[in-house]
């Protein structure tokens, strides 16, 4: 993490391993936990930061480098603000993301019922919808709601209230 353009520096954070109902916690069954992993970091209002990520041991393979620019703490913050996103191609992801890159948005609030039923098929509908979104969600702060379909994956919300597990750090 660092300012864009900069050199980046490792940040220490926790992780979180999250077995939901149904799976043995191994990989080799495709029935592997979530990792859910937090980091801290403070940024000025309307710099630009650049960031990677690694998961998993030292050796695993690094993600691109993504660029976001932090919110205005003061003055005008323009919010994009949308809910029941679906999974099929009549969605708002290309319209974030070319917005998100013009600066006309500086931040997400997504309302609820991600792609629908976000654990299913052992999290492939998952990890398909938010790789597709992948290009508006690094760039600009994303604030996920949970709705009513997010209680379909199989432990009835329970992975999502894991999540806050990250305000003990």
């Not at 979530?34 to 041991?57: D, L, N, P, T």
């Not at 691109?64 to 809910?83: M, Q, S």
């Not at 969600?137 to 709601?145: G, M, Q, S």
Request: contains cysteine.
């Amino acid at each position: 993490f660092g300012p864009a353009g900069g050199t980046l520096a490792p940040i220490p954070g926790v992780s979180h391993k999250y077995t939901p109902p149904g799976r043995d916690g191994t990989v080799s069954t495709n029935s592997a936990p979530y990792m859910m992993h937090y980091i801290k970091f403070e940024v000025e209002e309307r710099k630009s930061y650049s960031y990677k990520v690694q998961s998993g041991a030292s050796s695993a393979e690094w993600s691109d480098e993504f660029t976001f620019r932090a919110p205005a703490v003061t003055g005008e913050t323009k919010i994009a603000t949308y809910g029941d996103m679906g999974h099929s191609h009549y969605n708002c992801m290309e319209n974030v993301k070319v917005d998100a890159a013009a600066g006309e948005i500086d931040a997400v609030v997504h309302m609820g019922d991600h792609c629908y039923n976000l654990g299913f098929t052992n999290d492939r509908r998952g990890d398909a919808y938010m790789n597709a979104f992948q290009g508006a969600l690094t760039t600009v702060p994303w604030f996920p709601i949970i709705g009513n379909h997010e209680s379909s994956d199989g432990d009835h919300f329970k992975h999502y209230e894991a999540i806050a597990y990250s305000e003990a750090f």
